[in-house]
């Protein structure tokens, strides 16, 4: 999940003791340290006022040119294969009201892609599509090919009308 997403830190308060760079010989760290750090630990010490957190390189200037460019093709995926959720939980930590701005942007632009290409492609397209989509993107490809399966099934002859349970079910008589 999105909780193990590397983050870059820089610290305000000194820290000891905290063994997080192994290849270090001292358990310490100064004032403006620049850590790479998981964002749980990150947000845990931002919250505490102990860090400020850098925005990640996957909401850096070159990835929103390219989303800008030509959203459809950009690999998101190699960047944060959360990239959605974890921009929603990273924006209000690093103060940058334009991710999600950038968010909103390549979502609306990717959506109409990915329920073209759910609906139309072959598995063998949909799979080479799919490297580049985030996990949230692939669900939503998946519920579009299986809403669409449903829709092809129900129009060649399936069932038309589904009677509900309760209706089945008879009364008690009237006391």
Known sequence: MFLS????????????????????????????S???????LA??????????????????????????????SVDIRSRCPYFYEFGCKIAPIVG??????????????????????????????????????TNEEINLYETAQSAMASFKKWRMGGPRFQIASILGRKRKPAE
């Open 34 to 40: 620049k850590v790479e750090l998981p964002f749980w």
């Open 5 to 32: 997403q590397i983050v870059s830190v820089i610290f305000k308060k000194e820290a000891s003791g905290v063994g997080i760079d192994p290849s270090s010989e001292a358990d310490f760290i100064e004032v403006d």
């Open 96 to 133: 940058d009201r334009t991710i999600g701005v950038l968010l909103l942007s390549a979502f609306k632009n990717r959506y109409k892609e990915i329920l073209t290409k759910a609906h139309t492609a072959a598995i063998a397209a949909g799979s080479k599509f799919w490297t580049i989509l």
């Open 43 to 72: 947000h845990e010490l931002q919250l505490r006022q102990a860090v400020s957190v850098n925005v990640p390189p996957c909401f850096n200037q070159k990835t929103r040119l390219e989303i800008q460019a030509d959203c459809a």
